[in-house]
């Protein structure tokens, strides 16, 4: 089982950046496919990135490729996303969460653990 605590959100203007953080609990974190979602107001939670447990494998939404990156230190039980150029359309609730896929996982079920999410506003 792991415990998952997000953190860095805030608010910012288009075009900053920010990096949120996710704090892993337990010991068995690098077993664990890792991911990242957001949800809007109004909105289903979705996928925003995902990595395999060693790292070597990311995934991105499309909305997202190209500035968002996701990354894990397993040492430390962490996991991050860099979000560079962010957007109006980016502000959401950001939750952290953790599967236990081989492979990691887009679709939201198939996630077993989640975070408590960390807000992220962008003003235009």
């Known amino acids: 089982q792991v415990q998952l605590v997000e953190s860095g959100g805030g608010l910012v203007q288009a075009g900053d950046s920010l990096r949120l953080s996710c704090a892993a609990s337990?010991?068995?974190?690098?077993?664990?496919?890792m991911g990242w979602f957001r949800q809007a107001p109004g909105k289903e939670r979705e996928f925003v990135a995902a990595l395999t447990w060693n790292g070597r494998n990311t995934y991105y939404a499309d909305s997202v490729k190209g500035r968002f990156t996701i990354s894990r230190d397993n040492a430390r039980n962490t996991v991050s996303l860099q979000m560079n150029g962010l957007k109006p359309e980016d502000t959401a609730v950001y939750y952290c969460?953790?599967?236990?896929?081989?492979?990691?996982?887009?679709?939201?079920?198939?996630?077993?653990?989640w975070g408590q999410g960390t807000q992220v506003t962008v003003s235009s």
């Open positions: 969460a953790a599967s236990n896929s081989i492979v990691a996982p887009i679709i939201r079920d198939q996630y077993g653990y």
């Open positions: 337990g010991r068995t974190f690098s077993r664990y496919a």
